[in-house]
Each structure stands twice: as C-alpha cells, then as structure tokens.
C-alpha cells in the first residue's frame, strides 16, 4: 500500500503518533541506564543556575556618609538613577568613612554598598569587599578665620589653634592624622581640637566658635559651597601639595582657578592648589552584577555631566585607588564590555543573557563535542542487546548443529523462542532498525535449522 504524499505538518503528526512515543522511551531507557549519574547531572544543572541566579535582588542598601556631603548628594542621585531602572536604592545615612567599612563588614547590617576616600582602606585589610571604581575628586579643604598662616606647611599651626578635625574614624580624622605626622607632629592630648561632624564644623566656624576646619569633601557639598561664600573665611593654599602628593601617592593634585569660585569679588584671588582624594565606591563582593552594573552605568552617568568642578566629562568613574580590588563585573566595565542586550532589554534580563550567553558558548566550544559521545549512551542499552542477543544466537546455532538428541533441539529451540521475545520487548534507535530486522532475519534462519534438526533426528 502506497504512502501519501508527505509534508510537514504529516510528518510532524506521524511522528508524534510512533516516533515521538519511542523517543519518549528512549530516554526513560537511557534514564535507568544512567542511574547515579542522571541526580548527578540534575544537581550539576541546579549549581549553573544557582550561579547565574535569574533573581536579582530588586533593592541595595548604600552608606552615604554624613549629611551635607557631597556623597550624600551623589547618594540621592543614584537613588534616582536606580528608581529609572525600576530599582530601590536605600540610602542609609553613616558618621563616615569607618561607619561606612563597619555596615559593610557587619553581618546584620544591610548595608552592602558604601564610599570610601582613597588612603582610608589598606590592602586586604577587607577582603569580602571589592571596588567599583572611584566617582570624584574630593579636595582636601583647610578653611580658617581671622590671621593667615606664617609657612606654607600650615598642617602644624593650625592643629595651635581651635581646629575641627573630624570625628574617629572618619577619612578625614584619617587623612589629618597623616598629614600631621609627616610634618613630625601628632594630635594627641591637645584640648583645642574638636571632633565635629562637617555641617557642624562648618557652623561653628561661621559663627566664630572654631578657628579652622579640615574636610575631605567635593566642592559641590552644601557645607564646603556654604564655606566659600562666606568672605570672613579663607581656603589655604596648599603650597606643599607636590611634597605631600609624593609622601601620600594615593593624593593627587587639583586647582581652584583664580575668580572660580566667585568672579565679582575674585575669590580665590589667585590659583589655588588642593590635595585631592577620590571617593571610591565599595561593593560587598557577592552584591548581585545586575546591582554592580547599576552602579557603573549610574556612575557613568554622573560623571558624563559637565557640572564636574575637578574633572573632565567622562573622567569618571575610574579605578583610581587599588588598595581594593576591582569586582569582575567592573574589571570588563572599564574594559568597554557592557552587556550585549542592555540597550534594548531591561538591564536585570540584559544581565542574565549576557551571563547565560557564556555558559552557552563554553557549552558549545567545550562541552557539546564530549557530550556529543556521550549520548550515545542513549541507545546503549539497546544495541547492547542487540550484540548479547546475536552473541545468544550465535551458541544456539552451533548447539544444534551439535544436538544429537531430539529433546535438546527442542530445548533450543525454547531458548531461540525466548531471545526473540526478548529482542522484540527492546527499544531501537532508527540508526539501528537495519541491525534489528537483520538478527531477525539470521534468527528465523537458525530457527528453520533446528526445526530442520528436530526432523531429522526424528523421535530418537
């Protein structure tokens, strides 16, 4: 009987009606021929996933220092930029830098994204952390009232006279401590030295109270910018600042130009040089990359805009402290590798593409080759058979051509009888059919040898 003619949806039918249900069977066939390795091959399966986690967290918590900062500004806009992308950035308000490494290192804490300056943190002193890069200068400001300094070293005379130096722990407490011990002083047992928070330093300066502060702030903070304006206070010129950039190289060197600050009364009167540290963001290491990529892409952001005093558009953000180590998924930030699909997908499923993209190419590239052998296993118990049953065969074959009695060519011919049923009872892949209908073939032969024995030998 003729087939019809074919087409795809026929094809497609046909097989679902008998090949889909043998290839069904297949796998079961090969599931228990696996065995142990099939749970094995399942939890291998779970751990990729576990490794990709598709889920990321749709909220991170950020230290952001005291309020007045200029991080704490930049905190809000990240905050926005995260809120854009449909992500809750909960900023957390700290006393500063060391507040900031404690919630980061304390288990209890949320907080799992903080700044710090650079020269606060040494190297491997916290090794669950890893750096974002840095997002901005900030200078380091000794602004003072009334008589100006004798020597371009001011560092020591300012520590004589009622001085803010900020509280324990902070970068900026920090970043004194070692400005003054370079110059051969120290800050111990004085009583005219005050640990104030910035704002309130700055306050106290204002009004009379202090006769100097020292902040490690960006130039756009409400306190340093509220500093500036006020004529009564001076912002020192740190004439030293090659010196001290060289003895403290994770120090650069920026300039106040002249009338900067204020053209109509010419503030500051003539270029100013200021130590300047980075603001460096830390991650805890096992942040989610979609949060780390949210990061960078907002860092990158920010610094694109032209309202950067210190900095050319597009000079941050940049790995400018390595005290801390870069995170993998910053390390191909600055390489210039985003992920492939951010610009058309949302970034959480941008992230996952592009982390499953290079399991899939490891897959194919290594992987696919070995398992390529591997599964013929598939039909390993079948043509496994297949060789026993023609290895049965075989001996039923050479037995009856020796059988010298009537009653052992009908026992073999039982034997034959039972290899069929068992042949018949076994899955085939399509590859080996031709083998199937082929020992069919040699088994009717030596059936009809048998039957031909079992006449012969007669009823002896």
Request: glycine share 8%.
């Amino acid at each position: 009987m003729g087939r019809k003619r074919s087409t795809v949806l026929s094809d497609l039918a046909e097989w679902l009606r008998g090949g889909g249900k043998r290839e069904v069977l297949s796998w079961f066939t090969y599931a228990r021929y696996l065995g142990l390795l099939l749970p094995l091959g399942v939890i291998a399966f779970i751990a990729v996933i576990w490794h990709i986690e598709p889920n990321a967290p749709n909220r991170a918590y950020l230290g952001t220092g005291q309020p007045g900062t200029s991080q704490h500004e930049i905190s809000k806009r990240l905050k926005a930029i995260f809120a854009r992308h449909g992500f809750e950035l909960v900023l957390v308000e700290t006393a500063g830098v060391h507040d900031n490494l404690k919630s980061l290192k304390e288990a209890a804490s949320p907080v799992n994204a903080s700044f710090a300056h650079a020269g606060s943190v040494l190297p491997d002193q916290y090794p669950t952390l890893v750096s974002l890069g840095s997002l901005q200068f900030s200078p380091v400001w000794l602004f003072y009232r009334g008589k100006p300094f004798s020597s371009d070293n001011a560092v020591p005379e300012a520590s004589e006279r009622r001085f803010a130096i900020g509280g324990k722990g902070t970068g900026t407490r920090t970043l004194l401590e070692q400005l003054v011990r370079i110059s051969g002083g120290s800050l111990e047992g004085r009583t005219n030295l005050f640990e104030y928070p910035h704002a309130e330093a700055a306050e106290k300066l204002l009004k009379g109270e202090l006769d100097a502060v020292f902040i490690i702030d960006g130039i756009d903070s409400p306190t340093v910018r509220k500093l500036l304006a006020d004529p009564a206070i001076q912002m020192f010129d740190f004439n030293l600042v090659d010196a001290y950039a060289k003895r403290l190289p994770f120090l650069d060197k920026v300039v106040v130009p002249r009338a900067s600050v204020d053209i109509r009364r010419d503030y500051p009167p003539r270029d100013t040089d200021l130590l300047a540290s980075s603001l460096t963001l830390l991650v805890e290491k096992d942040l989610h990359p979609t949060l780390q990529w949210l990061f960078l892409i907002a860092a990158r952001e920010i610094g694109a805009e032209r309202g950067s005093f210190f900095a050319k558009a597009g000079q941050f953000p940049a790995y400018l402290d390595p005290a801390v180590p870069l995170s993998p998924v910053a390390k191909r930030f600055y390489a210039g590798s985003m992920p492939a699909l951010h610009d058309y997908l949302p970034l959480w499923l941008a992230v996952i593409v592009d982390r499953v993209w290079v399991i899939v190419v490891a897959f194919f590239g290594l992987l696919l080759p070995i398992l390529n052998k591997f599964s013929g296993l598939r039909t390993a118990p079948s043509v496994k058979h297949l060789e026993d049953g023609f290895q049965d065969l075989r001996e039923i074959d050479e037995a009856a051509a020796a059988a010298t009695t009537r009653a052992e060519a009908e026992t073999l011919l039982k034997e034959l009888d039972a290899l069929d049923d068992r042949l018949r009872g076994t899955w085939f892949d399509g590859g080996d059919i031709r083998k199937h209908y082929g020992f069919q073939g040699n088994s009717a032969t030596v059936r009809r040898r048998i039957e031909d024995k079992i006449k012969a030998l007669g009823w002896t």
